[in-house]
């Protein structure tokens, strides 16, 4: 059984960063892409960015793009999410979305094409 983790969030001001992590224990599970989502109160889960680890590209919901990056430590099997001048807008629950095997492009905004969710860490940015 895979089990995800997600750490790091926190309250934070207007312009601070944060970085979250997210970590897979459990069976042996070697994430081809990740994603990550978030979902504020009342809203639906939104996507937020995607990373391709073997052809090295990333996309990113135009919210964040600028701010907001990924990286891994493989000897870990951890995944990083670092968000930089973080703005109120970006106040959430924040999930990672490891796949073993990579989505169409046009797929990959979709959060129920993910089939690994962790119970995700709480980001708040005060104005």
């Known amino acids: 059984q895979v089990q995800l983790v997600e750490s790091g969030g926190g309250l934070v001001q207007a312009g601070g960063s944060l970085r979250l992590s997210c970590r897979i224990s459990g069976r042996t599970f070697s994430a081809a892409v990740v994603a990550w989502f978030r979902q504020a109160p009342g809203k639906e889960r939104e996507f937020v960015i995607y990373?391709?680890?073997?052809?090295?590209?990333?996309h990113y919901a135009d919210s964040v793009k600028g701010r907001f990056s990924i990286s891994r430590d493989n000897a870990e099997n951890t995944m990083y999410l670092q968000m930089n001048n973080l703005k109120p807008e970006d106040t959430a629950v924040y999930f990672c979305a490891p796949r073993i095997n990579r989505l169409a492009i046009t797929a990959i905004r979709s959060p129920e094409n993910y089939n690994y969710w962790g119970q995700g860490t709480q980001v708040t940015v005060s104005a």
């Open positions: 990373r391709d680890w073997s052809l090295g590209r990333t």
